[in-house]
């Protein structure tokens, strides 16, 4: 798992709004440090890399996205209202997942999905096993219809990725994100999860 | 509309084969010529460039779904059913959808869903039309719980394609498939298929 110093986050958030702006593969480290006002030296003793500021911003999105979720989950909340708030905050974070091209740069996903030994996949994996221990105490309470707990997990996690990407791809989203885009995936994202929660729903 | 005539069919169910095994960007039409036993100006008399025999072969095997629905649609059956038959049509016919890069052809996305005048925008309209036709059939019966039909079928579809794309990318796919990686697509795809339409049943 990555553990991001102070310094590192510091450099995450400028080298963030360098990413959304201009997207991650026309950024370079040069950038990132002029607009630190470091030298690129200093950068690289923090990084290695453009591609591990990448994947630190990331994982600091994902953290932020837990630690909402953990904020908005209240005590003697069934099952049900477990899965159906983590998807909502979920859906208030798709800004900055969709940002960093979470959704829609493929030699991402490639990081994220088809390298056992990445950080990132660790990140995501954590997501799954939230949303599968909530899906599971729904059943057992009764508030989520019987299923697979893991399996479906999987399928809401995979399915609102693949809604997203498609979304994005229609409204036209090629590396460059206007504000209204934004407001438009968030709120398609929202209607996806709300519809796919009625499939849990029982 | 696409209309395709006897000889267009035979040159595209040839040149289908060529698509499924090289992709569609390592396709020639001197390639294709060579596997009719046609000249290339005999080729080019039929389609105007290789776009239009994909395009043709997409529409041929998106008729050939419809027609299966076609059959597969009893009288008798409720709107809910309705819906359950076409997506479960739809999920047999995954293998050819994929085999033309549907699903993970990015250039072919934009051709879709980007371009208004588009032959195959068209086509794939017509899906949604259906669709949208069976699940207000379904509200009206009470099979189907309550919901905007057109909003529904939308996300539904987007929904399908979009964690078919994930899916099949998450099976390391890459121009290539396997017939493992077509059988775990079409299996995959039908799961979630079915998640879905538990989030319509009344």
């Known amino acids: ?38 030298s690129r030296t200093f950068l690289y003793y923090y990084f290695p890399d453009k591609e591990s500021i990448l994947k630190g911003a990331i994982t600091s999105r994902i953290e932020k996205y ?34 960093l091209g979470v959704y829609t740069n493929m030699e991402l996903f ?5 390298n056992p030994d990445s950080d990132l996949k660790q990140v995501f994996q954590k997501e799954l096993k939230y949303l599968t ?8 309470d009764g508030s989520v219809r019987k299923t697979d707990p893991a399996k479906t997990a999987k399928l809401i996690i995979d399915g609102l990725a693949g809604y997203s990407s498609i979304t994005l791809r229609r409204l036209g989203y090629q590396g460059k994100l206007t504000a209204r885009d934004q407001e438009n995936v968030g709120k398609h994202q929202l209607e996806y999860a709300t519809f796919l929660l009625n499939g849990l729903k029982k």
Do not use: W
């Open 1 to 38: 798992m990555i553990t991001l110093t102070a310094e590192q986050h510091k450099i995450i958030d400028v080298a963030f709004k360098r990413f959304t702006k201009f997207g991650h593969e026309k950024t370079t480290m040069a950038q990132i440090a002029e607009d630190l006002g470091y």
């Open 66 to 99: 837990f630690q909402a979720l953990e904020k908005s989950l209240k005590p003697g909340m069934n099952g049900f209202k477990k899965v159906e708030t983590m998807l909502k905050v979920k859906c208030t974070c798709t800004k900055d997942f969709q940002a």
């Open 110 to 114: 490639k990081i994220i999905v088809n």
């Open 133 to 140: 221990s909530y899906i599971s105490e729904g059943v057992k």
